[in-house]
């Protein structure tokens, strides 16, 4: 089983319910069974050090990621953009390569995929974090999101920002997955990635407490 990790529109079961497994949703306007629309929401302010920060952290699909309007809409200074091999080859007009440690306060930070070798997923957060970090500096909103709509760039942003929660406010996968799923209600991670991520969890030191619908359920 591939890396799926989307949101996708509700239709009727049939012989020609099967959609891609892209991020979709009919929140925006009306969508047939091909057809794809802009998503984005904010998934949390952001925090350093225990200090509430002046931007806040966004994530949102590849049509989001490209669209002028709905950057400068949610003020949207700074980009965590994922991309594969393919999206550096149908883009040869523009260089897209990994981003230099030296230029990691750049407007955008790109992460580039690559199955021969494959990218440290904490190592990729920790840069996600220092580049977010950068950013509340000067109170730039960040969007991490997909170069295109391929499916493991697609999980891969999600996995990202998941990462991003925890190491930002010291929590656990399943918080920082029911903060995006209280945004996108039709993600899930992949097997491979969220054993990564429980990984990643481990060495954070995060202690596993009551589950977020749990506490919720407490709290009201």
């Not at 690559?114 to 970090?133: E, G, T, V």
């Not at 969007?143 to 990462?163: Q, R, V």
């Not at 990984?199 to 202690?207: C, H, P, R």
Request: aromatic share 6%; with cysteine; net charge positive.
């Amino acid at each position: 089983m591939g890396q799926c990790c989307t949101i996708r529109t509700h239709r009727e079961p049939g012989p020609s319910s099967q959609i891609p497994e892209r991020w979709m949703t009919t929140e925006v306007g009306g969508c047939g069974s091909n057809s794809r629309v802009l998503s984005v929401r904010m998934i949390t302010h952001c925090i350093f050090d225990g200090k509430p920060q002046k931007n806040n952290l966004y994530l949102g699909n590849s049509i989001a990621g490209n669209d002028a309007k709905t950057l400068e809409f949610y003020r949207i200074r700074r980009r965590v953009q994922i991309c594969s091999k393919g999206d550096l080859r149908k883009n040869t007009q523009t260089h897209y390569v990994h981003t230099p440690k030296s230029q990691e306060d750049a407007t955008t930070l790109q992460l580039v995929l690559c199955n021969i070798k494959k990218p440290s997923l904490p190592a990729n957060i920790d840069r996600c974090i220092k580049f977010i970090r950068s950013a509340s500096m000067t109170n730039q909103n960040v969007l991490i999101h997909s170069k295109s709509s391929n499916h493991d760039t697609e999980a891969y942003s999600i996995a990202i920002a998941c990462g991003c929660l925890m190491k930002m406010h010291s929590w656990t996968l399943d918080r920082a997955l029911y903060q995006v799923t209280m945004q996108f209600p039709e993600v899930e991670l992949s097997y491979d990635l969220a054993k990564k991520l429980h990984a990643y969890q481990n060495s954070l030191n995060i202690i596993e407490t009551a589950s977020p619908t749990e506490e919720a359920s407490s709290a009201s």
